[in-house]
């Protein structure tokens, strides 16, 4: 499989019944479950825009996900990524982006997490500066968790947002103080296949921003973007043509719209090793409607193994190893410091993703201690904000950015680092990781990816495990590792054992840690669980001949559940 989605026969097909389906343009089928809420999302003016994007687009989407099949033929046949001769004319000149709105000139702290309402209001009310609302990695794509999340933002953009926690006996409601809003789209790559354009699926993201935007700009550009926004995340990016395409997207829903050019704003997540050496082009193409780039640290690991998964002699050692001391990993981060820099917009630092340890105060404060060390060392380089998984973790980030940039609302101007600008190179960006591999690496990706591919396929898509909060960036990198190092036979030097990893130490491995699971989650959770399902998955795709590009692709189709057409229910 090269990265594209196979559209076919969805796991379960419900009855039609007397109860009526969306109105729906020409030429737009909606196959997921009839609600009367999303009845009010998926109006036909809504998707009439979001059919409109479809059409105008799909090509260049479809030629832009050739060109990464061809580069990744390439990869494999032994070519390494690097700066494209012919743009260099972008990279040497010097131009800037459109001015920084000042409604978000300050985002030293930013949290994130999937489009869910109790999410969603808690996280407003975090105390951070911006709430990354996610329709991507920490979201399972599943039709209920995609329109209910579409509900829960328009209730937060028109201040209406609340939530009944029966539990606790407790209401959540918005403070009168919140954090500016963020929303991630999907990926280029995936598919929305409850909503059939012209007979094929939707372009996920697509969906996701033109219903979001549709419903959204105005409420937004009044109570939260000061006459800016809305705002985004894009995410998956390896290729300026991608950022070209989401610049014409945003022109046009801006001429929809009919507010100004620019009004919309985007930060780009280089989270792909082809992007690293694309930054300059992607601000370019961008250059109206960019608000930075941010450094998606556990996605580019992913796609650093993925990149070179016919190179041998570029295997990771275990994933715990790979952290921001590594030079490949610096060069990263202080190349789209200075990139973004040069450019007049922010550099986004990485996500820190443990959560408290409510049980363990002296291990809680361990963890606390090595998120400062991390965050200070990104306000040192020159990053302008971080991202956070929790809420507990806030004051924290906050105390150590503060302390580095005081009462100034970034580093743009204060930090350019024009040194390593001119200084990183090719060789920087691509040096071989130092480490080891051991057996509990290849074990902990194992039990990580089973259990985060079991909570994806029962609609979650943020899991908490072991002390950190979990997406899809961590299975992918469980999965590809696991993959390559099975693929090489590679040694398992860290631990003094000398065991070669093949297919039998494998299922070795996945057996014994399918009873460590359910001896941690009970054996009643484990039952009632996707575990055996999410095994059979991981394990696939761990052994397959040919590595697949996404984990999520492959699941996708066993969270798909269609309605008769009009999305008619009993």
């Known amino acids: 499989m090269m990265g594209t989605y196979t559209y076919s026969a969805p796991a379960a097909t419900a009855k039609r019944s007397t109860v009526g389906g969306y109105d729906a343009p020409d030429g737009v089928e909606i196959r997921g479950r009839y609600d009367q809420e999303f009845a009010k999302i998926l109006s036909r003016d809504a998707l009439q825009f979001v059919a409109e994007l479809q059409r105008e687009f799909r090509n260049r989407i479809r030629f832009a996900l050739e060109c990464r099949r061809q580069a990744k033929a390439r990869y494999n046949d032994g070519a390494l990524p690097g700066f494209d001769p012919a743009t260099r004319v972008i990279r040497d000149a010097d131009w800037t982006c459109a001015p920084v709105p000042p409604a978000v000139a300050d985002r030293r702290v930013e949290i994130t997490g999937p489009v869910e309402r109790k999410m969603i209001i808690n996280a407003l009310n975090s105390g951070a500066k911006v709430f990354m609302a996610d329709f991507e990695d920490a979201l399972s794509p599943t039709w209920e968790n995609l329109m209910r999340g579409q509900v829960n933002l328009r209730d937060a953009v028109d201040g209406t947002i609340s939530f009944q926690d029966n539990a606790r006996n407790r209401v959540y409601k918005l403070n009168d103080k919140t954090a500016k ?42 109570t939260q973007g000061a006459g800016f926004g809305p705002f985004f995340y894009l995410p998956k990016m390896e290729h300026s043509r991608e950022a070209k395409i989401w610049n014409s997207v945003f022109e046009r829903a801006e001429k929809m719209a009919g507010i100004e050019m620019g009004s919309i704003r985007a930060t780009v997540l280089i989270e792909t090793l082809p992007a690293v050496f694309q930054m300059n082009e992607i601000l370019y193409e961008l250059r109206d409607h960019s608000v930075g780039l941010n450094c998606g640290r556990w996605d580019y690991i992913f796609s650093y193994v993925k990149t070179f998964q016919s190179h041998p002699d570029r295997l990771l050692p275990d994933r715990v190893q790979v952290g921001m001391a590594q030079h490949f990993m610096r060069s990263y981060s202080d190349l789209l410091i200075s990139t973004c820099h040069r450019r007049g917009v922010h550099a986004m630092g990485g996500m820190a993703a443990q959560i408290p340890i409510r049980d363990d105060p002296e291990a809680n404060e361990a963890a606390v201690e090595l998120v400062r060390k991390d965050k200070h060392r990104e306000a040192k380089a020159g990053h302008d904000g971080t991202w956070a998984a929790h809420p507990g973790l806030i004051p924290a980030c906050n105390e150590v950015f503060t302390a580095v940039m005081g009462s100034s609302p970034n580093q743009i101007q204060s930090m350019k680092r024009e040194e390593a600008y001119s200084a990183i190179t090719e060789e920087d960006l691509l040096q071989r990781p130092r480490g080891v591999r051991t057996m509990e690496g290849l074990r902990l990706n194992t039990r990580v990816g089973i259990q985060y591919v079991a909570a994806w396929l029962t609609g979650t898509g943020s899991v908490p495990l072991y002390n950190l909060m979990e997406d899809a960036a961590t299975a992918e990198i469980s999965r590809v590792q696991n993959w390559q190092w099975i693929r090489y036979n590679v040694e398992l030097d860290g631990d003094g054992l000398g065991v070669k990893v093949n297919r039998e130490v494998f299922w070795r491995v996945v057996e014994e840690e399918m009873a460590r699971i359910e001896k941690e989650v009970g054996k009643d959770k484990f039952r009632k669980g996707m575990y055996k399902e999410a095994s059979k998955i991981f394990t696939r795709q761990c052994t397959a001949k040919v590595l697949d590009d996404f984990l999520t692709l492959d699941a996708y189709n066993n969270i798909v559940l269609h309605f008769p057409r009009g999305g008619s229910k009993l």
């Open 181 to 222: 809003l963020f929303v991630r789209p999907r990926g280029w790559h995936l598919p929305e296949s409850h909503i059939l354009i012209d007979g094929e699926p939707a372009t996920g993201c697509l969906v996701d921003f033109g219903l979001y935007f549709y419903h959204n700009y105005a409420a937004f550009r009044r």
